[in-house]
Nanobody, 122 residues
Framework: VQLQASGGGLVQPGGSLRLSCAAS????????IAWFRQAPGKEREGVAC????????YYADPVRGRFTISRDNADSTVYLQMNSLKPEDTAVYYC????????????????WGQGTLVTVSS
């Protein structure tokens, strides 16, 4: 199981970014895939998760209505569309995979991609 995250960058407040998580070594829809983020000096927190198979999605309160998680099984890629970005969204973003059910607890996930930095600043 390998994951590779990309798409981070510098964006102004109110702007948008789309992160990608390319998966290899397993069928994408067999696993729950989550996006976590970690800001300097803070704990890693889950922001979005898509359950395996039927693809039910879950969002943390700070991002609900602004972020959207989706997947393309043909390309083995999970996306995180981030709109209306705020300075407090600044963090390193990670994708993770595990089991079937969604969780926002980092220790529940065994496979991680490298992080991609998102900076929201004017």
């Amino acid at each position: 199981v390998q994951l590779q995250a990309s798409g981070g960058g510098l964006v102004q407040p109110g702007g948008s970014l789309r992160l990608s998580c390319a998966a290899s070594g397993f069928p994408l829809d067999y696993y729950a895939i989550a996006w976590f983020r970690q800001a300097p000096g803070k704990e890693r927190e889950g922001v979005a998760c898509m359950r395996s198979v039927e693809g039910t999605t879950y969002y943390a309160d700070p991002v609900r209505g602004r972020f959207t998680i989706s997947r393309d099984n043909a390309d083995s890629t999970v996306y995180l569309q981030m709109n209306s970005l705020k300075p407090e969204d600044t963090a390193v973003y990670y994708c993770a995979a595990e089991g079937t059910y969604c969780s926002f607890i980092a220790s529940d996930f065994g496979a991680w991609g490298q992080g991609t930095l998102v900076t929201v600043s004017s």
